[in-house]
């Protein structure tokens, strides 16, 4: 996934399609009846319509979300290859139109043959931007934005508020959302064993990386919700001192300067690896990366979280790496 900053002017009253979206206080409900739809969206706004929205264009992890509620949109867009995609492992999108496998593209005349009446994507606040339609991305395909409003939940500083934000627009749209109730309670028992390991551990410390092509690109978990409760939830994940100015997720390394940080373990960025944990492997200083020489790594589930059966796993299988991981290898 792409991520670019820019700055975009709201209005203050937008009516697109049929629906309208207030900039005025409102109420965090949502409702789906009789009466209409309304929907307090990530951007702050709400957007109501005449009747409930059911003819949905979606990025393909907020796809993903809403399918596990039994909303099935009539098309998605991706940001690179389907069947690549660790984040949309699972998902059958078996006769959904797809829109576009690659980031900042989108196929914008077939959209307008579908008849939308609503797009679906996570709000990114450094962006002030929905998924498909930050800066960076083909100006065309933006123009998706006129066919219907888009709506979806804020990446904002933790992952479950951005899955509970997916249940809470799928009730909003007529879903029963009960079946939360107990992957919220899987959640917490992972949770528990999580917080455990790291109260174990309390000297162990992490860095979340993604090497590509020339550049050794070091996450800031300000800017990654998934990092920041992994922080909150005890575990040290180290906070990048000179993040990029124009592109603040990241900080922008050369390879020569990748023995910068010395933690005691790696997390790739999982969307590309193990593509770049072999681009790694490839530079000459990778041996004076203490926990690459180690082999103290595993993954870090980079910007996909949206359900909590998805999180659950991600937690279990990162308690029982720290469980075993050794908290001297940076000293």
Not at 13 to 39: F, H, K, M, N, R
Not at 123 to 137: H, I, L, R
Not at 275 to 297: C, H, M, R, V, Y
Request: net charge negative; hydrophobic share 40%; aromatic share 10%.
């Amino acid at each position: 996934m792409q991520r670019r900053l820019g700055a975009l002017a709201l209005a203050s009253i937008l009516v697109l399609a049929g629906c309208s979206s207030a900039d005025e206080p409102a109420s965090q409900e949502t409702s789906a009846s009789s009466a209409g739809w309304t929907y307090v969206s990530g951007d702050g706004k709400t957007y109501t319509a005449d009747a409930v929205p059911t003819r949905i264009i979606a990025h393909a992890y907020a796809a993903k979300a809403l399918m596990s509620y039994g909303i099935t949109p009539i098309a998605i867009y991706a940001d690179g290859p389907i069947d690549g995609d660790v984040g949309l492992k699972g998902a059958d999108f078996d006769g959904v139109e797809i829109l576009s496998e690659e980031w900042g593209v989108i196929n914008v005349e077939k959209a307008s043959t579908l008849k939308p009446d609503l797009i679906v994507g996570d709000w990114w606040p450094a962006e002030d931007a929905y998924s498909g339609f930050e800066g960076g991305v083909e100006e065309a395909s933006k123009k998706m934005a006129d066919l219907a409003p888009v709506v979806g939940p804020s990446q904002g500083d933790s992952i479950v508020g951005l899955v509970d934000g997916y249940a809470e627009l799928a009730a909003s749209l007529g879903a029963d959302t009960s079946i939360v109730d107990q992957q919220r309670a899987d959640f917490d028992t992972a949770l528990t064993a999580f917080k455990a390991a790291t109260a174990a551990k309390p000297d162990l410390d992490v860095l979340a990386i993604s090497p590509w092509e020339d550049t050794y690109a070091v996450a800031v978990p300000k800017y990654a919700p998934e990092l920041l409760d992994l922080q909150s939830w005890g575990l040290d994940v180290i906070d990048p001192t000179t993040p990029d100015a124009d592109f603040p997720y990241w900080e922008s390394l050369s390879f020569e300067n990748a023995d910068t940080y010395q933690p005691d373990v790696l997390l790739y960025d999982d969307r590309n690896y193990p593509g770049n944990a072999d681009t790694l492997a490839k530079q000459p200083i990778a041996a004076s990366i203490k926990a690459f020489a180690a082999d103290s790594t595993t993954t870090w589930p980079a910007y996909w979280l949206h359900t909590y059966p998805d999180y659950t796993a991600q937690l279990e299988r990162l308690t029982t790496f720290v469980d075993g991981a050794d908290e001297t290898i940076g000293d």
